[in-house]
Nanobody, 113 residues
Framework: QVQLVESGGGLVQTGGSLTLSCAVS????????MVWYRQAPGKQREFVAM???????KYQDSEEGRFTVARDTNTNTINLQMTGLKPEDTGVYYC???????WGQGTQVTVSS
C-alpha cells in the first residue's frame, strides 16, 4: 500500500524559506512522476511542481525560479525547497503519485506579510 507523509511546513515571513519533505512508502519515487500540490484556504488544490521519472522538473509559472523539487532515492523521499515565499504561497501542501489517488495528510505553510 502506498503511503505519503509530508512534513516541514510552518509559519514564515514574506521572503523566507522552507523545505518540505514527503516520505514515500509502497512505491519507488524513481519509478513515478511525483507531484506537489497546494490547497489555499477556500480554493481548489492546484499544481505546484513535478519531478518526472527521468528527473526532469516542471513548475507552476508563479513558482518558477523560487521553488526547487528534488528526490532522494536513498530515502525514497521528495523535497520541495521554497525560497522567496509570498503570502499567496500559503496553503496545505500535498505530495502525490501522478495519476494515482494516493494522498498524504499534507503540511501547512503559512506566509505572513
Amino acid at each position: 500500500q502506498v503511503q505519503l507523509v509530508e512534513s516541514g511546513g510552518g509559519l514564515v515571513q514574506t521572503g523566507g524559506s522552507l523545505t518540505l519533505s514527503c516520505a514515500v512508502s509502497g512505491t519507488a519515487v524513481s519509478g513515478n512522476h511525483m507531484v506537489w500540490y497546494r490547497q489555499a484556504p477556500g480554493k481548489q488544490r492546484e499544481f505546484v511542481a513535478m519531478i518526472s521519472r527521468d528527473g526532469s522538473r516542471k513548475y507552476q509559472d508563479s513558482e518558477e525560479g523560487r521553488f526547487t523539487v528534488a528526490r532522494d532515492t536513498n530515502t525514497n523521499t521528495i523535497n520541495l525547497q521554497m525560497t522567496g515565499l509570498k503570502p499567496e504561497d500559503t496553503g496545505v501542501y500535498y505530495c502525490n503519485v501522478f495519476g494515482k489517488d494516493f494522498w498524504g495528510q499534507g503540511t501547512q505553510v503559512t506566509v505572513s506579510s
